[in-house]
């Protein structure tokens, strides 16, 4: 929506779509609120299952992305979340992004903490977040590239999060990591790694790849420009 003006849509257009979406959203959380509020009134005798946070979680991330207020039981420990392990990686990954949005950069309540807890060390000394159990093509790689956006927002000391670049780095296979929506997420992730990094004088090359074939190689000498070789 954002970038929707530079492809010719009117801004009137714009903000009438934004409106509805801060509409449906504000709506759809709403429903979210009540019925995990009726859920926490019965009594769980064993651990609640992961999804039982999705839609919860996921609006309240939506409504950052879209300036919305948020309230603080949507996004901090108490009775809607009772406790951040109860959250998968990816869900906790989007809490973090959700708090860091809004202000909340103290690592004990905005999830950085419990999630920093469930991340695994391999043999090699990679770091990665294993995959929670929801149904929307959940992998490790997707667990991991969210979990890394979440700690960059954070602020947590880049040199701490090399063992998890090097973690994705390693896991692509053919191109591509585990599925689409992995593949995207780990392509930002590691974009935002780098622009959090980012040197003033730039200076190597790049090749571009599209089914095998080259389409184009350049050499970047800045920030803001380079030089196409082909």
């Given at each position: 929506l954002i970038e929707a003006r530079s492809l010719g849509v009117k801004g009137d257009d714009v903000t009438a779509i934004l409106a509805k979406a801060r509409t449906y959203v504000d709506r759809a959380s709403q429903v979210a609120i009540k019925e995990r509020k009726e859920e926490q009134a019965v009594l769980y005798s064993r651990r609640e299952p992961e999804n039982a946070f999705t839609e919860l979680v996921s609006l309240a991330y939506a409504k950052t992305l879209l300036n919305m207020p948020v309230g603080?039981?949507?996004?901090?420990?108490?009775?809607?979340?009772?406790?951040?392990?109860?959250?998968s990686p990816e869900l906790l990954a989007l809490t973090i992004l959700s708090n860091t949005r809004t202000g909340q950069f103290d690592t004990a309540k905005n999830g950085v903490d419990t999630l920093l807890r469930q991340k695994k060390t391999s043999?090699?000394?990679?770091?990665y977040w294993d995959a929670?159990?929801?149904?929307?093509?959940?992998?490790?790689?997707?667990?991991?590239?969210?979990?890394?956006?979440?700690l960059l927002s954070a602020r947590v000391d880049r040199s701490a999060l090399v063992p998890v670049v090097r973690s994705l780095s390693a896991s692509r296979r053919a191109g591509y990591w585990s599925n689409t929506f992995a593949t995207a997420q780990?392509?930002?992730?590691?974009?935002?790694?780098?622009?959090?990094?980012?040197?003033?004088?730039?200076?190597?090359?790049?090749?571009?790849?599209?089914?095998?074939?080259m389409i184009q190689e350049g050499r970047m000498t800045s920030l803001l420009t380079n030089q196409t070789l082909t």
């Open positions: 603080k039981n949507e996004l901090e420990e108490g009775d809607l979340i009772p406790n951040f392990n109860e959250l043999e090699a000394g990679w770091q929670g159990k929801l149904d929307y093509y959940a992998s490790q790689d997707a667990a991991t590239a969210l979990s890394l956006r979440a780990v392509m930002r992730a590691l974009v935002d790694f780098s622009k959090s990094g980012a040197t003033e004088k730039p200076e190597y090359t790049y090749t571009v790849m599209l089914d095998g074939k």
